[in-house]
């Protein structure tokens, strides 16, 4: 799959890196590779609702959004993005 960075997280794994997964995995099996290669992501790990993953990233294929518990293909773009927010 490939994975794009955008904002923050580019400092965090570059711009875009492309990751080869056995069959399908969760976001949240997502989130422990990322973490894996780029310690940064550690801390996203440790977010078990996706109310409060949303609050500090989001994880958009298609114009959608992500949850947990959403499987993602080898085939997959990903880009990762910091949550929208207003006033």
């Known amino acids: 799959m490939r994975i794009r ?10 711009r875009e890196v492309q990751m080869d997964v056995e069959g399908s995995v969760t976001l949240r099996q997502l989130l ?11 801390l996203y790990t440790a977010k078990t609702t996706d109310e409060d993953l ?4 989001m994880f958009v294929r298609k114009g959608k959004h992500l949850k947990l518990g959403d499987t993602i293909e080898n085939d997959d773009t ?7 927010t207003g006033g």
């Open 78 to 84: 990903l880009n990762v993005y910091l949550p929208v």
């Open 5 to 14: 960075f955008h904002g923050p997280f580019e400092r965090l794994a570059g």
């Open 32 to 42: 422990g590779y990322l973490a894996d290669r780029f310690a940064g992501f550690a």
């Open 54 to 57: 949303s609050a500090h990233v």
